[in-house]
């Protein structure tokens, strides 16, 4: 429930604050192994987590190898076929952390095919967190990540071509589901010619009980050049910690930055909060920061903790994640949200 004094301001700026007791975004009792992911995208890529973990893999592996897939994919929001920056430019930012909390992030690279990968070997081979742009190209380069072409999908460049009409920066992110949810296949890209997201966050429980996360993007369409999210930002896109639980985001980056988003999920469910109420309250946290601009805004957390146990939640409508844990069980969730 919201409390009482959030709900009259919610209320103040004509919004509805929604409960949606009939989806259940949630589990009580404990999965192992287990991965969740963000997006329809997410089962395709949580059966390549899943194959790591049905077998006692590493978390680690499972969340490099699941976001592999989308970025793989090059008719997808993310990795090379992705909208590219608003100067035609494909750029892309990835991080992954393990449970031992470790962690590598690149931000900003071009040409690379798997940014997750480049942020593994950040990770385990240089004394660094991140690396951006030629620095962190010229390092994957020397690590033997072969150089793509520099050229847009045939979908972006229709995509560009048609924003730089009117070249106006409206990040209206991920709310172009306008509240419903897809359970079937639908085309990546929206009829307009845009994404209708631009990221995949992963998050795994292995069968030895270790956590690691993963997350990959091309950032946010037509961005202005240089600009970095939350996805490469430990702590903002990504956070994992083995104590307690693993979390990761999709949405306007620079909002998840604003409150250490996963850092915050991470340390609600260290003070004994379930993910979903964890997510929810991170949720909280930037409604009550934005003000009326909240409208404009979409931001969705998933979260696991170490009994594997999942949840995630929203502003507004339209989000949803990824969940496997058998052979069997790999299914789409609604995520609950706040805003009407
Ligand atoms: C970003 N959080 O770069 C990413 C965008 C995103 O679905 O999640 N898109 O801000």
């Given amino acids: 429930m919201l409390h009482r004094r959030h709900f009259i301001r919610l209320g103040s700026l004509g919004l509805t604050a929604v409960s949606f007791s009939s989806f259940r975004s949630t589990t009580k009792a404990g999965k192992k192994p287990l991965v969740i992911s ?14 790591v973990l049905r077998q006692g893999g590493r978390a680690l592996d499972a969340v490099e190898k699941g976001v ?11 990795g090379l076929g992705a909208n590219p920056d608003r100067e035609g430019i494909v ?54 990540f072969p150089l793509e072409e520099q050229k847009l999908s045939d979908d972006a460049k229709k995509a560009y071509e048609q924003w730089l009409k009117k070249s106006e920066y409206k990040p209206i992110i991920n709310i172009e589901n306008q509240g419903k949810h897809s359970f079937v296949p639908v085309p990546n890209r929206l009829e307009n010619g845009d994404f ?10 292995d069968a030895n009980g270790n956590l690691s996360g993963s997350c990959t993007t091309s950032g946010m369409g037509f961005k202005m050049r240089g600009r970095v999210g939350d996805s490469p930002i430990i702590g903002a896109g990504l956070y994992v910690d083995n104590e307690v639980g693993a979390a990761t985001s999709s949405g306007l980056g620079e909002e998840v930055i604003k409150i250490c988003g996963t850092h915050l999920v991470v340390e609600l469910m260290r003070q004994g909060l379930h ?8 949720v909280e946290r930037i409604i009550s920061k934005k003000g009326s601009k909240i409208k404009e805004v979409q931001v969705g957390f998933i979260a696991i903790n170490k009994q ?33």
């Fill in 308 to 340: 594997g146990e999942y949840g995630g939640y929203a502003i507004q409508g339209g989000f949803e994640f990824a969940v496997c844990h058998a052979d069997d069980k790999n299914f789409m969730v609604p995520s609950k949200f706040i805003i009407k």
């Fill in 196 to 205: 209708n997201h631009d990221t995949i966050g992963m998050i795994a429980l």
């Fill in 91 to 144: 750029t892309l930012d990835a991080s992954i952390m393990d449970e031992n909390g470790n962690c590598g992030a690149v931000a900003a690279i071009e040409r690379i095919k798997h940014p997750i990968s480049v942020a593994r070997r950040v990770m385990e081979k240089t004394p660094h967190v991140l690396l951006v742009g030629q620095g962190a190209q010229q390092f994957a380069v020397a690590e033997g």
């Fill in 68 to 78: 592999m897939v989308t970025e793989d994919s090059l008719n997808c929001c993310v």
């Fill in 38 to 51: 963000t997006w329809r995208e997410g089962i395709n890529a949580n059966k390549a987590a899943w194959e």
């Fill in 275 to 282: 993910p979903e109420d964890a997510c929810k309250k991170a």
